[in-house]
């Protein structure tokens, strides 16, 4: 079965990032597809490369990289929430004139339309939020 | 699952659940984003306003000294992005000390019938708001 | 056509939990995860809705585990389930409707 998975908040504050993170796992390690997780609201800050967590923490932006490395998941930042919240990739932080970029590998910026895809192309579109 | 083809796409019911208030936090103006990218993509979509989400629709919503923008404005245009079903249910409106008469007068054009004006905002009690969830294909929480 | 429900803060805190079993029709799944599995123990007040309620009632064992409530202070008519389980309640129920 196909499965879309929404992330509504960001890392370490709230459960939502993880939640989805072992969900997600589950989903995959039952041979079912992953079509994209959506990342959406605060849920944009889990793509940055730049968070540095204690050593004794869990690493969740490095977590949701490594799985996508593995199972080749399509990670989805929102182009509109991210930009609110400081989250650029190369080319939005050259057309923004920005200094910086952060986003983390494995992660891609795009549109709302893509959360609408996933809907329809998932079989089930399961949400983690506040 | 209501899997009609039409157009060469598969039309699903999408439901957007609106349970937060505008403005203390920004869930519901990212879901009123949603909203609008997702009417392009000619799905069978309508709205649901249970509990707190039932203040995002309330008339004379004004931000200008708390410099927010107020955004209540754009309900009004779901209709001309053919987003014309907002189930709102009456319990979480009475438990909130509200009625329709404190709600914004949102209407859609029907071009089927002479372009005539009806009403977007379909008042619904708990039970039929219960079957309308229970009919639905994808849900977007917020 | 059923749906899974899912909530996630606690009853004590929040109406999510209330107006969730209010919402679900008979046939439909509960499922109580992170701050949601408070509503699990027994001899609280929302136990007591759950054991009036229409739908099936499931929470996330690692979730109650993480909070250290024992599998014998949960109440009768719910089943604990794991990730997988999630997954399973998800691929059988039409869609997932998040009460967040």
């Known amino acids: 079965m196909k499965f879309g998975v929404v992330v509504n908040e960001g890392p370490y504050t709230h459960q939502a990032s993880d939640s989805a993170y072992n969900f997600t796992k589950a989903a995959l390690a039952k041979g079912h597809e992953i079509v994209r997780v959506f990342f959406y609201h605060d849920g944009v800050n889990n793509g940055t490369r730049l968070t540095v967590p204690p050593s004794d923490d869990r690493n969740i932006q490095e977590n949701w990289s490594a799985l996508a490395k593995e199972h080749e998941l399509d990670l989805v930042l929102c182009i509109a929430a991210a930009q609110r919240r400081g989250i650029l990739d190369e080319n939005e932080a050259k057309r923004q004139g920005k200094d910086a970029d952060n986003v983390a590998e494995g992660f891609r910026i795009s549109g709302l339309g893509q959360l609408i895809e996933a809907g329809i192309q998932a079989d089930r579109l399961v949400t983690f939020g506040d | ?142 | 056509m059923s749906i899974l429900h899912t909530v996630n803060k606690s009853p004590f805190q929040k109406n999510d939990f209330s107006s969730c079993l209010s919402h679900a029709n008979a046939g439909d799944a509960v499922l109580l995860i992170e701050d949601g599995v408070y509503g699990a123990v027994s001899g609280t007040e929302a136990a007591k809705q759950i054991s009036s309620a229409e739908a099936s009632v499931y929470v996330l064992g690692g979730d109650l585990a993480a909070r250290g409530i024992a599998s014998d202070k949960i109440a009768d008519g719910i089943t604990v389930v794991g990730y997988d389980g999630f997954v399973d309640l998800a691929a059988e129920h039409q869609a997932v409707n998040s009460w967040l």
């Open chain 2, 1 to 142: 699952m209501s899997e009609d083809m039409e157009e060469g796409g598969t039309v699903k019911k999408f439901m957007y659940m609106n349970r937060k208030a505008p403005y203390g936090t920004i869930y519901a103006l990212e879901a009123l984003e949603v909203v609008l990218i997702g009417a392009a993509f000619d799905q069978d979509v309508s709205l649901a306003f249970i509990d707190d989400g039932v203040f995002q629709l309330t008339k004379d919503q004004n931000t200008d000294d708390i410099g927010i923008k107020n955004f209540s404005p754009a309900f009004r245009a779901l209709g001309d992005y053919d987003v014309t079903k907002l189930y709102v249910e009456k319990e979480s409106l009475a438990e909130r000390g509200l009625t329709q008469d404190d709600l914004m007068d949102l209407v859609w054009e029907d071009e089927d019938d002479d372009w005539a004006e009806k009403p977007s905002i379909i008042m619904v009690s708990r039970d039929e708001m219960k079957k309308v969830l229970g009919d639905q294909d994808v849900i977007m929480s917020f």
